[in-house]
C-alpha cells in the first residue's frame, strides 16, 4: 500500500521558515518523480515543486523560486521542502505526491502551513 506521512507545517510569521517532510512507503522510492502541491480556499489546487528520482532536476512555481527548495533522500525514503521567507500567500494545505507533470497518482494527508503575523 502505498502512503505517504507529511509533517513539518505549523504557524509562523512572515519571513520566517519551515521545512516540510514526507515519508514514503509502499513503493520503490527511488524510482518515482514527486511533487509538492498546496491547496487553499481560495486559489483551489496549485502545484510548487517537483523532484525527479535522482535529484538531478528540480522545478518550481514562479511564486516559490528562490525562496524554496524540494530534495530527497532516498536512502530515507523522504522528501523534503524547505520553505524560506515565507509569505502570508503561501499558507495552505501542503500534500506530496508521487509523479510529475500533473500526473500525479497517489497523495499524502496533507500538514498545514499558516503565516501570519
Known amino acids: 500500500e502505498v502512503q505517504f506521512v507529511e509533517s513539518g507545517g505549523g504557524l509562523v510569521q512572515p519571513g520566517e521558515s519551515l521545512r516540510l517532510s514526507c515519508v514514503a512507503s509502499?513503493?520503490?522510492?527511488?524510482?518515482?518523480?514527486m511533487t509538492w502541491v498546496r491547496q487553499t480556499p481560495g486559489k483551489g489546487l496549485e502545484w510548487v515543486s517537483a523532484?525527479?528520482?535522482?535529484?538531478?532536476?528540480?522545478m518550481y512555481e514562479d511564486s516559490v523560486k528562490g525562496r524554496f527548495t524540494i530534495s530527497r533522500d532516498n536512502a530515507k525514503n523522504t522528501l523534503y521542502l524547505q520553505m524560506d521567507s515565507l509569505k502570508p500567500e503561501d499558507a495552505a494545505l501542503y500534500y506530496c505526491?508521487?509523479?510529475?507533470?500533473?500526473?500525479?497518482?497517489?497523495w499524502g494527508q496533507g500538514t498545514q502551513v499558516t503565516v501570519s503575523s
Open positions: 505526491a508521487r509523479g510529475s507533470d500533473g500526473a500525479w497518482d497517489y
Open positions: 509502499g513503493f520503490t522510492f527511488n524510482s518515482a518523480a
Open positions: 523532484i525527479n528520482s535522482d535529484s538531478t532536476i528540480t
